[in-house]
C-alpha cells in the first residue's frame, strides 16, 4: 500500500465527518422546505450529491489534517524550517559573549589545550587582559596566544579591545597521602585516577558537553544554550577551593577504600586553599613520589612510566578536547520531522455517479447538472492548489519564484508576522513614506526576505563589532552596519566606496547655492514658466516600462546621455539629482511648433530646468522615464553607513561611536528621514555607548573613505602610531560634516 496516498482510516461509527455532513445536510433540507419533507428518494438526484459531496468534503478534511510541517516538506522528504524563518533553537537562544564568564566559556569550548583561563575587564577603557593556563601535557604556548586573539577578535563587542594576552605556568603543588585501595585494584591505575581528579579541581572542574549529552542532563533546549555562542554547553562550577571539598571529591573515586593523610604542599607547608590557581606536580622517577598506596597490609608498588602515560591518556579521552570533535555537528534539537503528501489531485464528482446518470464525463456535450457539480470541483481544487502553493508562500528565500499579484498581500503578512516574531521591523512606516527609490513590491519582499534570512544571527551579534585583524574582508563588517544596510536594501560592502559613485559617472553634485548659476538658472526658470502659463502647452510624463536586461538599460543610459544637454557637462545639480527621482516632477512643454521641451521642476530652488528638446513628445517621455531610472539607482549605490570606534587607535575615547552616513541622496537629505535613521541606530547600539552621527557631502565622503581604508589596514598591521594619525585625520573630516547628530538626542 501506498503510505503517500490519501486513505481514511476507519472510524468508530458517529466519528467520521461524513456522519455529521451527511445528517446537517438532511436537517438543512427539512429547514428550508418547512418541515414538509419528510421522506426521501434514494435515487433523487439531490440525494446523491448529498452524499457524494459529504464524502468529497470529508476526503478533503482528511487531506488538510496532516501536521503543518508536511504541506511545506519538498517531494525529496526534506523540511527546513529556515527556508520559512523558522530558526532553529542554537540559532535563537545561543548569544554573543558578553560578560568575562562568556569569553571564558567561549574559549574553553574552542582551545581544548587550555587548562584554564581567566579575564580582567578594563571597565574604564573597555580593554580585556587575559590569562592562560596551558594543559601540564601538551600545547604551544605561541599557538595558543594566536588561537586566544583569533577567537576574541572575531567575538569582540563594540569599544571594546584586547589589551594583551598572559600564558603563564601556574605554581605547581605537590600531592602527599597515605591511602588504601580496594583489593583487585591497579596501584598505578588508581594513583592516576587521583592524579586525574586532583588536576581537573585545580583547573576549575570545567565541564564541556555537547547536545548529546543534554537529554541526560535533563535541561531544555533554552536553558542548555542560554549564554552559549553555540550548541556546545560549558559548565563552569562555583567552587569553594578548599581542601575539605577536594577530599570528598578524592573519597569519590572508585577503588578508594580510605586515607589515611591526604594534603597538598605549597613549598614545604601544607595548603588548605587554592583560590590563586594552581596546578599539579607530576612524578617524572619512582624517587619523586609522594603518595604511599596500601592494600591491607601490602604496600603497592607504582610504576612511574605507566602512571604518566596513563594519565596522559585521561586527559585525551576524558578531557575537554575529546568534547570538540563534535563541534560541527548539526543537531535538530528536536525539529518535527515532515513527510511530503500527495494529496493534490481531485476525483470529479461526476465520476462518482452512477452510470445510469449518463455524465459525458469530460467528453463534449457536458450537461448543465454536470456544469453544476463542477462548480463543487472548482471549490475543492482552488482550496488545495492554495495548500500546494504554501511552501511558495510562505518560503524567505530569495531565490523563490515570488507568488502571483493576488496574494502578494498574503505573503507580506507572513512577513509581518515573522517580524512580530523576533521583534523587529522589516519594513517600518517611516521607511514606506519615503518609498524605496522605485522598489516594485517584488523588490520590497526580496528586501525583507533577505533581511529575515538573516535576522536570528543578526539578533545574536548584535553588539558584534568587526574583526580588526582582517582589513579586506567583504563581509568583515559591525553587525549594526549589516542590519541597517540590509533592511535599508542599500551597499554594505565597504571596498566599494560610495564617495565614488557619482565620479564613476563621471559626474559632480553641484550645490543649490553655488552663486556662479543662479543667474542663468533663474532666467531660463523664467522663460519655461512663461511658457507653462498656457496649460494647454504642458503636458505630464507618463510611466513606461523599461527593460530590466543589464545590456538593454546600458544602451538606453548612453543614449541618455546623447540625447539630454543636460549631460553636455560633468555637473548635476542637486536639486535634479535628489527630485528627479519623482516622474511628478517632470513636464512635457511645447515650445515652438512642433517643438517640445523636456523640463524638470527643482523643488528645493523652486525653478524649472530644461533638460533637452526635441519635435518627438513620445521620445521626451521615454528620456524622462530613463533618466528618473538612472538617478534612482545613482541615489541608491551612493547609500551606506560606517561606523568607528575611536577607542582602537586612542584609549582615551571609550564606548564612542562616530557614525558616518553620506548627506546627498534624496532619502539622507531629508530632515526626518535622517531622524528615524539616528533613532533606528540608537535602538540597535548597546544602551551604554554614545556618539555622533555625521552627515558628510561627497568631496568630504572621498576623504573620509580613503583615511578610513588605511585606518583599517593599520588596525589589521598594528600599526598603532600609524592608526592614531589617521584617526586625527578622520576626527577633522567629520568636523566639516554638514549636519551632525548627538546619537543620544531627544530632542
Not at 139 to 145: F, V
Not at 435 to 461: P, V
Not at 562 to 576: A, Q, R, T, W
Request: proline share 4%; net charge negative; aromatic share 12%.
Amino acid at each position: 500500500m501506498d503510505e503517500k496516498g490519501p486513505y481514511i482510516k476507519q472510524l468508530e461509527e458517529g466519528e467520521s465527518l461524513y456522519s455529521g455532513l451527511w445528517q446537517q445536510m438532511l436537517d438543512d433540507v427539512q429547514r428550508m422546505s418547512g418541515m414538509v419533507w419528510t421522506d426521501y428518494n434514494v435515487h433523487d438526484p439531490g440525494v446523491t450529491l448529498m452524499d457524494i459531496a459529504s464524502y468529497a468534503l470529508a476526503e478533503t478534511d482528511y487531506k488538510l489534517s496532516f501536521p503543518h510541517q508536511d504541506y511545506l516538506t519538498g517531494e525529496n522528504g526534506e523540511f527546513n524550517p529556515e527556508w520559512f524563518g523558522l530558526y532553529r533553537p542554537v540559532e535563537v537562544y545561543t548569544t554573543a559573549p558578553v560578560t568575562t564568564e562568556d569569553y571564558r566559556k567561549l574559549f574553553f569550548s574552542h582551545i581544548p589545550d587550555l587548562e584554564n583561563i581567566w579575564l580582567d575587564a578594563d571597565r574604564a577603557t573597555g580593554g580585556y587582559t587575559i590569562r592562560a593556563v596551558l594543559s601540564p601535557f601538551e600545547g604551544n604556548p605561541e599557538t595558543i596566544r594566536q588561537q586566544i586573539e583569533t577567537i576574541y577578535q572575531s567575538h569582540r563587542n563594540l569599544c571594546e579591545h584586547l589589551d594583551r594576552i598572559e600564558i603563564s605556568q601556574p605554581e605547581e603543588l605537590e600531592f602527599h597521602a597515605d591511602f588504601e585501595i580496594e583489593p583487585g585494584k591497579d596501584a598505578t591505575l588508581m594513583l592516576a585516577e587521583v592524579y586525574w581528579t586532583i588536576l581537573c579541581y585545580l583547573s576549575g572542574a570545567v565541564r564541556i558537553l555537547t547536545p548529546d549529552d543534554q537529554t541526560a542532563a535533563g535541561i531544555s533546549p533554552e536553558n542548555w544554550l542560554e549564554g552559549s555562542a553555540d550548541a556546545i554547553h560549558v559548565e563552569i562550577p562555583e567552587l569553594q577551593n578548599t581542601e575539605y571539598e577536594l577530599y570528598r571529591q578524592l573519597r569519590a573515586v572508585d577503588g578508594i577504600r580510605s586515607f589515611s593523610t591526604c594534603y597538598l604542599m605549597k613549598k614545604g607547608e601544607p595548603l588548605s586553599y587554592f583560590t590563586q590557581g594552581f596546578s599539579l606536580k607530576i612524578p617524572k622517577k619512582e624517587e619523586e613520589l609522594t603518595a604511599c598506596i596500601h592494600c591491607g597490609r601490602s604496600v603497592m608498588r607504582v610504576d612511574v612510566e605507566k602512571f604518566r602515560a596513563l594519565l596522559e591518556s585521561f586527559y585525551h579521552t576524558k578531557g575537554r578536547n575529546r568534547e570538540m570533535k563534535n563541534v560541527q555537528k548539526r543537531y535538530d534539537w528536536g525539529i518535527p520531522q515532515g513527510t511530503y503528501r500527495d494529496i493534490f489531485s481531485h476525483y470529479p464528482l461526476a465520476k462518482d455517479f452512477p452510470a445510469c446518470y449518463r455524465f459525458s464525463c469530460n467528453q463534449d456535450g457536458s450537461s448543465s447538472f454536470e456544469t453544476y457539480l463542477e462548480l463543487y470541483d472548482k471549490v475543492i481544487e482552488d482550496g488545495l492548489e492554495e495548500v500546494k502553493k504554501l511552501p511558495r508562500l510562505l518560503s524567505i528565500i530569495n531565490g523563490t519564484e515570488l507568488p502571483a499579484k493576488v496574494i502578494y498581500e498574503r505573503k507580506s503578512r507572513y512577513l509581518d508576522f515573522l517580524d512580530r516574531l523576533y521583534g523587529v521591523e522589516s519594513y517600518p512606516d517611516w521607511m514606506k513614506e519615503y518609498g524605496g527609490y522605485g522598489e516594485t513590491k517584488e523588490e520590497t519582499l526580496h528586501r525583507r526576505m533577505d533581511f529575515l534570512q538573516n535576522i536570528a544571527r543578526l539578533t545574536k551579534n548584535r553588539a558584534g563589532a568587526r574583526n580588526i585583524t582582517d582589513s579586506d574582508g567583504k563581509e568583515n563588517i559591525i553587525v549594526v552596519k549589516e542590519w541597517f544596510c540590509r533592511m535599508m536594501g542599500i551597499n554594505r560592502n565597504e571596498n566599494r566606496p560610495v564617495g565614488n559613485v557619482l565620479p564613476g559617472h563621471n559626474l559632480i553634485l553641484m550645490k543649490t547655492d553655488e552663486k556662479d548659476k543662479r543667474f542663468r538658472d533663474k532666467l531660463t526658470s523664467r522663460l519655461i514658466y512663461e511658457k507653462m502659463s498656457y496649460t494647454e502647452n504642458v503636458q505630464v510624463v507618463y510611466p513606461v516600462l523599461l527593460p530590466e536586461d543589464k545590456k538593454e538599460k546600458l544602451e538606453q543610459y548612453s543614449m541618455l546621455r546623447k540625447e539630454l544637454p543636460v549631460f553636455n557637462h560633468n555637473f548635476i545639480s542637486s536639486g535634479l539629482f535628489r527630485g528627479g527621482i519623482c516622474l511628478d516632477n517632470y513636464r512635457i512643454v511645447q515650445a515652438a511648433e512642433n517643438e517640445y521641451m523636456l523640463v524638470f521642476h527643482d523643488r528645493e530652488e523652486e525653478s524649472w530646468m530644461n533638460l533637452g528638446r526635441t519635435d518627438d513628445k513620445e521620445q521626451l517621455n521615454l528620456l524622462a522615464n530613463i533618466l528618473r531610472r538612472y538617478l534612482l539607482e545613482l541615489n541608491r549605490a551612493s547609500e551606506t553607513l560606517y561606523i568607528i570606534e575611536p577607542v582602537l587607535s586612542d584609549i582615551k575615547r571609550p564606548f564612542t561611536l562616530q557614525l558616518v552616513l553620506p548627506g546627498w541622496t534624496a532619502r539622507f537629505h531629508a530632515p526626518r528621514f535622517r531622524e528615524s535613521c539616528r533613532e533606528l541606530l540608537r535602538s540597535l547600539l548597546p544602551a551604554h555607548l554614545t556618539g555622533t552621527v555625521y552627515w558628510l557631502d561627497t568631496a568630504s565622503m572621498q576623504e573620509f573613505e580613503d583615511c578610513y581604508l588605511l585606518w583599517k589596514k593599520a588596525l589589521a598591521r598594528q600599526y598603532k602610531d600609524d592608526a592614531e594619525i589617521l584617526q586625527s585625520h578622520i576626527d577633522e573630516i567629520l568636523e566639516k560634516a554638514e549636519y551632525k547628530q548627538l546619537l543620544d538626542d531627544t530632542n
